[in-house]
């Protein structure tokens, strides 16, 4: 079938949970590699096979469509795709074991109890705990796991300090993501190190580096309600204002950490940077305002020394 489109027929079965509905996920996943699929009638069949016949039954069909793919990249698509999916169930099933234990004990109410406890009733240490708790979650489990784990055992404990419960589950969601990029394992870091031969540590820390602005993200939309702007919950003015001082305090996080703005950045430039942008990250009138006044007096300071710089080099 190389370069040209032709018919194929493949069985598809199953004998284990909701078979019908196996069935049909099957054919749904078919149809983004085959045209025109159409299903057979269904049969069930007795497993075949010493020692197999204790096993429920079979519910088999044939799918029958036309595609462009050689039998061989067909063969290799379908392989691709059940090996692949081991990794998702397995990860489910685990989640989804953890959380049964966690629901049935008790233990996520316990759990959210401490760090409520442990802030004191403190809004920024409950959500500090927080998302200490996030991280190291994720430094053990995939993203999806650690999610799914953290929303019953960590959410509940936002959720009772005054947090929405959207903005918990985003937090929850985004300190998830980033425990990818968080030492010591930082399993993206080290993927993309293995693809581009490069240095796995040197690669986690400067990757580290880069997103580290991005780890207080979730703090603009937990500390105050005006905050969730980000999340598009309020005003348009409201959100457009939130945004465009959450962008602008990033910006002056990263040049911080950086110490890079159009040239080097000197260290006391570097530190009022960074107060800068941790001012522009809470999101409140009087922090908006101090923040954006020191980030545009120390983004002057440095363009004013870099021109007086320039200046005295031509004169010379």
């Not at 937090?171 to 980033?178: D, E, H, K, P, T």
């Amino acid at each position: 079938m190389g370069g040209t489109v032709g018919r194929v027929a493949i069985a598809i079965g199953a004998n284990l949970g909701d078979r019908r509905t196996a069935v049909a996920f099957a054919v749904e996943r078919l149809a983004a590699l085959i045209d025109g699929l159409t299903l057979s009638d269904l049969i069930e069949t007795e497993p075949d096979g010493e020692g197999l016949q204790d096993q429920p039954l079979y519910l088999n069909a044939v799918v029958v469509g036309e595609t462009a793919l050689t039998p061989r990249r067909l063969l290799i698509a379908l392989q691709s795709g059940a090996v692949g999916v081991l990794g998702v169930c397995a990860t489910t099933a685990t989640a989804g074991i953890i959380v049964g234990v966690v629901t049935l004990t008790g233990l996520g109410l316990k759990i959210s109890g401490i760090i409520v406890s442990a802030a004191g009733g403190t809004l920024i240490l409950t959500v500090l705990y927080s998302a200490l708790a996030v991280w190291l979650l994720g430094l053990a489990v995939p993203v999806t796991a650690s999610y799914i784990i953290a929303a019953v055992m960590v959410a509940p404990a936002l959720v009772a300090s005054g947090v929405p419960l959207a903005a918990a589950h985003m937090f929850i969601f985004y300190y998830a993501v980033l425990s990818e990029v968080s030492p010591p394992t930082a399993l993206s870091p080290f993927a993309a190190a293995a693809i581009t031969g490069g240095n796995p540590f040197q690669t986690m820390m400067l990757t580290w580096k880069y997103t580290l602005p991005a780890f207080l993200v979730p703090f603009v939309f937990t500390l105050t309600a005006a905050g969730t702007g980000i999340l598009f919950i309020g005003t348009a003015a409201a959100i457009l204002v939130t945004a465009a001082t959450a962008a602008l305090g990033i910006a002056a996080l990263a040049v911080a950490l950086t110490g890079w703005l159009t040239a080097p950045v000197s260290g006391p430039h570097r530190a009022l940077f960074g107060a800068g942008g941790l001012l522009l990250c809470y999101a409140a009138s009087l922090a908006d305002a101090l923040g954006i006044g020191l980030t545009a007096l120390v983004a002057f300071l440095h363009f004013f020394g870099r021109s007086r710089s320039a200046g005295a080099e031509i004169r010379s």
